[in-house]
């Protein structure tokens, strides 16, 4: 996912600081917690969330896939398990904020406690964010806030780091930037392409993403005066990936 490069982090003493309506978490229903997930493509992230809400119970339901493109390979997925579909194509509207306008009044027929970003991959403005504030989930494949941003395997593999992964943090309206619920590592490999420490990453994120949306739905996600995040019971947060996963 990426966001708008405008609203840049408050920094006092050095360090980023969220804005301050990231402090507070809204307050979420107490029935079953409304998932409204966003894809832009095949949707692999998306359907790792709803097949664990379906066979683990959690106290949630998928209410809607929206695409930010109609041949979005997984909405056919979702639209074949019965869970409500649309998608919205940014060519038929004039601006950007037009488009986030269109989409989020989608997203609102839903009502949903929590706007899942799956491999979404439009700039979404800071309007679209500050509506959705505490509510909007995202996973980047990277262990942020090492590369942010696009092309994060090239980046790792150029860099030389030895360990790469996926983080799903809240959304801010900073870049690939926000409170951390939950990473994933993985090893870089002699030998190893973009494409395949993509899929490696990959296997991770089927693992950190469910678990981090199901702690959500649970009710169990707090934040921190300092702006971290909290899981109550203190779950592992880190998830390792092994050859045999
Ligand atoms: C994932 O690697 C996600 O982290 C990134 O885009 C990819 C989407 O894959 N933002 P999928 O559509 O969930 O299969």
Known sequence: MR???????????????????????PEISTNKRRLVILISGRGSNMRALAEACRNEGWPADVAAVIASRPDAGGLEWAAHQGIPTAALYHKDYASREAFDAALASEIDRYEPDYVILAGFMRVLTPGFVNHYAGRLVNIHPSLLPAFPGLHTHAQALATGVRV??????????????????????????????????????????????????????????????????????????????????
């Open 3 to 25: 966001q708008s490069r405008s609203g840049a982090p408050d920094r006092q003493g050095g360090r980023a600081r969220f804005p301050l309506e990231f402090l507070i978490l």
């Open 164 to 245: 790469h992964g996926c983080t799903v943090h809240f959304v801010t309206p900073v870049l690939d930037h926000g409170p951390i619920i939950a990473q994933g590592c993985v090893p870089v490999l002699a030998g190893d392409t973009p494409e395949a420490l993509a899929d490696r990453v990959l296997a991770v994120e089927h693992r950190a993403f469910p678990a981090a949306v199901r702690w959500l739905a649970e009710g169990r996600v707090t934040l921190t005066s300092d702006h971290r995040v909290n899981v109550e019971g203190d779950p592992e947060r880190l998830f390792t990936w092994s050859p045999a996963a």
